[in-house]
């Protein structure tokens, strides 16, 4: 038994902030942004009216319709997130309740940008073991509520967005390899009623020594090899990260979508932000060998390969 993506959905805060927005209020510039992170604009929630939950909820509507179900075929929704406004309730059960899936079970996840990823996995056990038959996993993140604005380190990385898919059984086998290393996870914290404080050249070593690791691991596990890939959708922290894993997996560039110029780093929306861009646009396809990897704070990381 296996499990495939029925359909994709996404939504991003309309207000967008460019680099020469941030030129005006710290020391930085585009040239150097782009140089370090390839990241030249992010989408930003304004005020109150959009949060995880509304952001997420327009991500998993889109989903479900592309998917060809109603909110009420969902049998559990998973919630991948480390930005909620509330402790309690999680975010899973306040997009229940705006979605109307009374039927569902629902919970969140928090694994940071590694957080969709894993979401996936707990979907595929579920799934796998006859428990569900329909699982929505979203990913949504306001990254921008938890940065120090003044940090020029840390807040030209970050955006706001939300993804969503609805998984379902099949017989297509989706294989995973997940990890994580706690003893490294002072290298990007956020503590209660704080801000996101960050290592960036320890986050920069940890992605690009784990994450080619991870994607060798779940192809060995797969019986894979790097060449058959078509896609690789990867947690979209910075391009010269990306650039360092294509390298590291002897893999070309143009094999690594990326939208992160235009959204920044979303944490856990990432992944599933940029899959349905790519599903819309026609650029995945049935059939195709995608690989997608996350990695992040915690730390943690995972990898899976599927058949699309
Ligand atoms: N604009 C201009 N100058 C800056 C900026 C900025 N925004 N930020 C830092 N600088 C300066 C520093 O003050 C420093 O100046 P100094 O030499 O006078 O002291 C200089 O630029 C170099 O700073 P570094 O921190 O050494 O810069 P580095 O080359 O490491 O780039 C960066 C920083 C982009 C954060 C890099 O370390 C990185 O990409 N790390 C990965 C972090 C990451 O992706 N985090 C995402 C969250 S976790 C995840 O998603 C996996």
Redesign the pocket.
Known sequence: MGIKILGTGSALPEKVVTNFDLMKTM???DE??RE??GIGARHVVTGSFDTETTLGTNAARRAIEAAGLLACDIDLILVATCTADDRLPCVACKIQAALGAGQAAAFDINAA?AGFLIGLSVAEGYLSSGAFANVLVVGTETVSKIIDWSD??SA??FGDGAGACVVTRSDSAFTFALGADGEGGDA?RCSHNSTVT?D??A??RF?TRTVPKVINEVLAKAGMKASEVDKYVL?Q??M??IGSIAKGLKEPIEKFPTNIENVG?M?SASIPVLLDELVRDGKIVAGEKIVLAG???GLTYGACVMEY
């Open positions: 020391d930085t510039s150097w942004i370090r992170t940008c020029r380190g030209i990385l990007l960050m960036g050249q986050v920069y992605a947690h922290a910075n010269r990260i780093n944490s990695f992040g704070a």
